[in-house]
């Protein structure tokens, strides 16, 4: 760059000197920036994702959404990228021969002209039991926790006591996993549309590829059930972090 000062003549070398300076460095012009720069929601192209710095993130971490501050910020994701929510809906139980709920049509949520809701009606006096199996995809690497939540209704107030029982199958093998059983003991609220139950559950041998098969029971035998009418299970809700 040429300092002027008065008196000086300006030549066609000094003036295109000039201009060059400024085309030749524009990223010196503009870096560092004093304030933030508004792209005005242009498209900008060839910027590979290799050409990103994270200066203030660590390994492992990618940008996600705040969605509190609604900032972006760096986070270390999951592992396996996932935590799915497995829905097990009335009609994909399966059951034994023998002590089982009934799968009945019920309109307690809506009418029968506003649609249909399938639920499971466990018995009132017999230990009865409904089973599901889902496969666990590639999505997840290994699971470290699981539990499981259940939304029933009823007629009669009174304790409920549930149990849920777990397998896991390994791929191209008869079990991979001891089976294990949790219970959990629930009062009924009749005050509202449904009483949900949240039960842990043992997955530390769940990964993939495999399959776990799972049971979903009403212990009337159990200590602590005192509901004298039939409980109906609405839903039921698997939930994986991994």
Known sequence: MKTWVAGDTLTAADLNAEFN????????????????????????????VSALSGTSGSTGQVATINTAAGAVIWATPASGGVNP??????????????LFPALQRSTM???????????LAYDASTMEKAYFTFPLSTMVSAVSSASIDLWITATSSGNTVWQ???VFLLSG??????????SSTTAVNLASLATKVSIGLVA????????????????????????TGDVYLQSAALRITV
């Open 85 to 98: 929510t497995i829905i097990l809906d009335a009609g994909s139980a399966v059951f034994t021969t023998a």
């Open 21 to 48: 300076n400024l085309l030749n460095n524009p990223i010196s012009l503009i870096s560092p920036t004093t304030g933030v720069i508004n792209f005005d929601n242009k498209l900008h192209t060839n910027l590979p």
């Open 109 to 119: 949520f809506q009418s029968s002209a506003d649609g249909v809701m399938m639920v």
């Open 204 to 227: 530390t041998s769940w990964a993939t590829p495999g399959i776990v098969q799972l049971y979903i029971g009403r212990f009337t035998s159990d200590a602590g059930d005192a509901n």
């Open 173 to 182: 093998s008869s079990g991979g996993g001891a089976s294990t059983a949790v």
């Open 164 to 166: 849920v029982g777990s």
